[in-house]
Each structure stands twice: as C-alpha cells, then as structure tokens.
C-alpha cells in the first residue's frame, strides 16, 4: 500500500511563503503524475498543480496560483514539493498530495492545512 504524507502546513500572513512537502512510500518516479489538491469545507476538491513525467516533465498550474506556486519533484529526498509564494487569504485550504497516472490518481495523502490570514 502506498502512503503519502504532507507536511509544511501552517497559518501564515498574507504575502508569506510556505513550502509543502509530500514524502512517499514508494519511488515517487514509481508514479506518471503527482499532484497537489486544495479543498475548502463546502467546496470540491480542486487541482493546484501537477506535475507529469515524460518530455522533460510536464506540469499544470491552476489558473489562480500561476506565476506564485511551483511544483517539484525531489529524486534524492524522494518527496514532491510545492513552493507558495506571495500567499493570499484565498489560498486558505487543506493541501493535499496525489500520485497516480494520466487517467486517475490512485494515492492520497491525509492532507495539511494551510491558513492565510493577517
């Protein structure tokens, strides 16, 4: 059974960077896609940013945190990481990581919390 754990959460003020780190059970190059996830209570799960090997490593952003987050893929830590900078309230969410392929990500973390406010 593969496991994924966030970590890196925390509440922090607007403008602030936080890193989030995504540990794996298992050869996180094991996986074709890797990505990160944010949910508000109430609202779907939704992407933040995937990252997809092949062609030198294809990667997606959501149209809200493009030129702020960056996704990255650790071969010697074997983690995924995701940089957040200049955060705003809106980001507020529970971040979660996912592995899996193209067509559907089989593996989820338990998610970590990230809290923007002033």
């Known amino acids: 059974q593969v496991r994924l754990m966030e970590s890196g959460g925390g509440l922090v003020q607007p403008g602030e960077s936080l890193r989030l780190s995504c540990a794996a059970s298992?050869?996180?190059?094991?996986?074709?896609?890797m990505g990160w996830y944010r949910q508000v209570p109430g609202n779907e799960r939704e992407l933040v940013a995937r990252?997809?090997?092949?062609?030198?490593?294809?990667?997606k952003y959501a149209d809200a945190v493009k030129g702020r987050f960056i996704i990255s893929r650790d071969h010697a830590k074997n983690t995924l990481s995701l940089q957040m900078n200049n955060l705003e309230p809106e980001d507020t969410a529970v971040y979660y990581c996912?592995?899996?392929?193209?067509?559907?990500?089989?593996?989820w973390g338990q998610g970590t919390q990230v809290t923007v406010s002033s």
């Open positions: 996912a592995a899996g392929s193209p067509i559907a990500m089989n593996y």
């Open positions: 990252h997809q090997l092949g062609n030198g490593g294809i990667i």
């Open positions: 298992a050869n996180i190059f094991a996986f074709a896609v």
